[in-house]
């Protein structure tokens, strides 16, 4: 069974930071199988990147996915207010089948 | 765009069965390229893949609830359904519908949720 474990648990900055965020996979994951999603309290997830580096439509250009085989990164370039929210990474292919991380927590310092 | 919304009980009590169903608008729950599938979130905790079905009817489920969990589809309503039995206060969580971009396995439009407390 895949696990993925994504670091760190809650990570604080400031805008205009750099954040990056990783999911590191217990086995090797297909680029292709691999997508991110931002979720704000109260609300469903959100597709930011699917395919480890292709961004959703109308996700802007300072989300950027990077990584394969088992290590995966995604990269806010300069954070926005609006970009503090939870983060989580998924598979899909792997037994179960589909998995998500537990999350990142991305906070105001 | 699709959209999609989930409705159902949010109140169920325990051993009984959860039935929640996801309505489905702007596009054809038959047409190819698609997988519907339900997603739970415990409260203040992260994600759980339930199950989806193809668009064949082909259902897959995740082994840790395979034993209880049955998704099926309506076409002539253009939704889907999920039943969950045998419930504890374990199941307690926001169910979401969403569906699953079945070539590369992505999530991309999902229901806002629909919170499933189970308490006698």
């Known amino acids: 069974e895949i696990v993925l474990t994504q670091s760190p648990g809650t990570l604080s900055l400031s805008p205009g930071e750099r954040a990056t965020l990783s999911c590191r996979a217990s086995?090797?994951?297909?680029?292709?199988?691999l997508a991110w999603y931002q979720q704000k309290p109260g609300q469903a997830p959100r597709l930011l990147i699917y395919?480890?580096?292709s961004r959703a439509t109308g996700i802007p250009d300072r989300f950027s996915g990077s990584g394969s085989g088992t290590d995966f990164t995604l990269t806010i370039s300069r954070l926005e207010p609006e970009d503090f929210a939870v983060y989580y990474c998924q598979q899909y292919g792997s037994s179960p089948l589909c998995t998500f991380g537990q999350g990142t927590k991305l906070e105001i310092k | 765009q699709l959209q999609l919304q989930e409705s159902g009980s949010g109140l169920v009590k325990p051993s009984q069965t959860l039935s929640l169903t996801c309505a489905v608008s702007g596009g054809s729950i038959s047409s190819g390229g698609y997988s519907w599938s339900w997603i739970r979130q415990p409260p203040g905790k992260g994600l759980e893949w339930i199950g989806y079905?193809?668009?064949?009817?082909?259902?897959y489920y995740n082994p840790s609830l395979k034993s209880r969990v049955t998704i099926s589809v309506d076409r002539s309503k253009n939704q889907f359904s999920l039943k969950l039995s045998s419930v504890t206060a374990a199941d307690t969580a926001v169910y979401y519908c969403?569906?699953?971009?079945?070539?590369?396995?992505?999530?991309?439009?999902w229901g806002q949720g629909t919170l499933v407390t189970v308490s006698s």
């Open positions: 086995q090797s994951v297909s680029s292709s199988y």
């Open positions: 395919g480890a580096s």
């Open positions: 079905i193809y668009h064949s009817g082909s259902t």
């Open positions: 969403a569906s699953l971009f079945s070539l590369d396995g992505h999530f991309d439009y």
